[in-house]
């Protein structure tokens, strides 16, 4: 492949440059023919002309630390990571900040704070993650409960189209158009969608939180700042964020709640609910069986799921309220004993990155959100569907929204792991939609649940996102195969198991590396600076 004309930045076709950027955290491997790496704006732009007029698909990436395979591929990845650094900027008295889309979260919110103000919806990966790559995703986090995920905090998005334009979108962009991809939705798509609002509004999920398919809802507005939030790279790129910000709170206290059924689930949270908690985390009896040597000590026997609560008051009626549904309770309002009682949640993440020998963990059913009354079914389903298929798994995560991830332990030298996988996939996102739930509560489609989006909305809804896409994008450049016409998952877009593609062991032992060490911001060009 050969350099795009008077593109600046890094371009780079050889092996070691190619295996580095073919992994990201999730379980996909897929070569890249090329890696881009550009300097600013204007690299950009040379870089989408080039690819429309050559026809190469596009994959633009910023840390890599998204898990539903949308930052691989097989054309060009665009490491967005240098290109937009333009630090954050906080105005005080407006409680908002601008950065650039290279900016990682925890910096970003760090400004915040040292104003004390901070962005609400962050991510477990906020050390790592680019704060385009959240707005790509719809990230959220453990505090989504009370503060919505990032959809909710993002007031203008700065971005550059498949044509190479430069646009921005704000809250009175409805119907003002600056860009060609613009005009394009407004007179092709959007009337369309407003045509069927109704249908559309009838297969909309009722869920906490959604990243699954694009935000073409009636009350999706406005809509080309809300299509371009949790697109996954798939109709423009991001350059630049406005967020709002929130106060940090004076104080917090934390719950520890003990539940003897998962029946208890769902009227513990209700419970909880009239004192707003700001987090409401669960850690299901497969989690705490994985870490129980830790925290045998501390765990009433008959423990079913643990609930691990913030509150941004001293929580006594909250405890109070919780007292007949539980096991047990405890109650801490200083800080060091808050923290005490987190640190189980904090337990699993190294033992999961670091299993013995041929088992790994996986993220294929990570992501699932539904409705909070059947999280109760919802647990049991993934237990059963796990065993089924030949999984161990281990559940956790933000209960009070709905959402749980689900990490499957795998022995990767079993020969039909691929398919094994995919059937698990297909059977998950099956028990989802049949629950009222979505696919993804914080992750995205990418690769993997995308083939699912026709079962989980129906035919009319990815028909209408293809028309979304073709305004935007018509010669189909953004990261082909992500969130629309996505192959299946199989075995030979793994990173693990016998059909995975072959890169130097040398490189896959790094790539493992910065998996363990969850380094996910590392420059990967770094590691293979010369050609
Ligand atoms: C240990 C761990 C914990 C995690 N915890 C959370 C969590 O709590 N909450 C959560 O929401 N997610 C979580 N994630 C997933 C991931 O961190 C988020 O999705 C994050 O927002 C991805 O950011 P990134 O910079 O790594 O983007 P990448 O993974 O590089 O890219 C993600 C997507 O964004 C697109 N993209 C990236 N930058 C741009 C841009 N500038 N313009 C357009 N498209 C772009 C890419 O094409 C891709 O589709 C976690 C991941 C890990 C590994």
């Known amino acids: 492949m050969r350099e795009p004309p008077g593109f600046r930045g890094p371009f780079r076709t050889d092996d070691a440059a190619r295996a580095l950027y073919a992994e990201g955290a999730g379980v996909f491997r897929i070569v890249p023919a090329a890696v881009a790496v550009p300097r600013d704006a204007d690299d950009v732009v040379r870089l989408v002309r080039w690819a429309a007029e050559t026809g190469t698909g596009l994959?633009?990436?910023?840390?890599?630390?998204?898990?539903?395979?949308?930052?691989?591929?097989?054309g060009v990845v665009v490491?967005?990571?240098?290109?937009f650094p333009e630090r954050t900027v906080v105005d005080v008295g407006a409680r908002t900040a601008r950065a650039g889309a290279s900016v990682i979260f925890r910096d970003l919110d760090a400004t915040a704070r040292s104003h004390g103000l901070r962005l609400p919806p962050d991510p477990s990966s906020g050390a790592f993650c680019t704060i385009g790559g959240m707005v790509a995703c719809n990230a959220a986090g453990a505090h989504t409960v009370k503060y919505g995920a990032i959809r909710r905090w993002v007031r203008s998005l700065d971005f550059i189209t498949a044509d190479g334009e430069i646009g921005r979108a704000g809250a009175g962009d409805d119907r003002h158009a600056s860009t060609g991809a613009e005009h394009r939705f407004w007179e092709g798509a959007a009337p369309e969608l407003d045509r069927r609002g109704e249908e559309l509004a009838r297969v909309r999920k009722r869920t906490?939180?959604?990243?699954?398919?694009?935000?073409?809802?009636?009350?999706?507005?406005?809509?080309?700042?809300?299509?371009?939030?949790?697109?996954?790279?798939?109709?423009?790129?991001?350059?630049?964020?406005?967020?709002?910000?929130?106060?940090?709170?004076?104080?917090?206290?934390?719950?520890?709640?003990?539940l003897r059924s998962l029946d208890d689930v769902a009227p513990a949270i209700d419970a909880l609910d009239p004192f707003a908690p700001s987090s409401v985390e669960l850690l299901d009896r497969t989690y705490l069986d994985f870490v129980r040597a830790a925290i045998a000590d501390r765990l009433p026997p008959d423990t079913e799921a643990m609930l691990l609560v913030e509150l941004e008051h001293d929580g006594r009626d909250a405890e109070a309220a919780v007292a007949r549904i539980a096991g047990s309770v405890v109650h801490a309002d200083d800080p060091a004993s808050c923290s005490r009682l987190w640190e189980t949640r904090h337990l699993a993440s190294p033992l999961l990155a670091a299993l013995p020998g041929t088992r790994r963990s996986l993220q294929v059913v990570e992501d699932g959100c539904v409705p909070r009354h059947r999280l109760g079914?919802?647990?049991?389903?993934?237990?059963?569907?796990?065993?089924?298929?030949?999984?161990?798994?281990?559940?956790?995560?933000?209960?009070?929204?709905?959402?749980?991830?689900?990490?499957?332990?795998?022995?990767v030298a079993r020969a039909d792991l691929g398919v094994a996988l995919a059937r698990l996939l297909d059977d998950v996102s099956g028990l989802q939609t049949d629950l009222g739930g979505t696919l993804a509560g914080e992750h995205g489609d990418?690769?993997?649940?995308?083939?699912?989006?026709?079962?989980?909305?129906?035919?009319?809804?990815?028909?209408?996102?293809?028309?979304?896409?073709?305004?935007?994008?018509?010669?189909?450049?953004?990261?082909?195969?992500?969130?629309?016409?996505?192959?299946?998952?199989?075995?030979?877009?793994?990173?693990?198991?016998?059909?995975?593609p072959a890169i130097a062991p040398a490189i896959a032992a790094t790539l493992r590396a910065i998996e363990k060490d969850a380094t996910w911001a590392t420059f990967r060009l770094d590691l293979a600076p010369t050609a």
Not at 59 to 74: D, F, I, L, Y
Not at 79 to 83: E, H, I, M, N, P
Not at 453 to 477: H, M, N, Q, S, W
């Open 208 to 258: 906490r939180k959604n990243s699954s398919g694009f935000a073409i809802f009636p009350d999706d507005l406005p809509r080309v700042r809300n299509l371009l939030i949790g697109s996954e790279g798939t109709l423009a790129i991001v350059t630049g964020v406005e967020v709002e910000l929130a106060a940090v709170p004076a104080a917090v206290s934390t719950l520890l709640i003990t």
């Open 79 to 83: 490491d967005l990571s240098r290109a």
């Open 446 to 500: 990418g690769r993997l649940r995308a083939p699912f989006l026709e079962r989980l909305y129906g035919a009319t809804f990815v028909e209408l996102c293809r028309k979304v896409k073709r305004a935007f994008d018509p010669a189909g450049i953004l990261n082909p195969g992500v969130k629309l016409d996505a192959a299946p998952l199989s075995g030979a877009v793994l990173k693990v198991g016998r059909d995975a």
């Open 377 to 411: 079914e919802y647990i049991t389903g993934l237990r059963r569907l796990a065993a089924a298929h030949g999984f161990e798994i281990v559940i956790f995560g933000h209960a009070g929204d709905g959402h749980l991830h689900a990490n499957l332990l795998a022995d």
């Open 59 to 74: 994959t633009p990436r910023g840390s890599g630390s998204g898990m539903a395979g949308q930052n691989v591929g097989s």
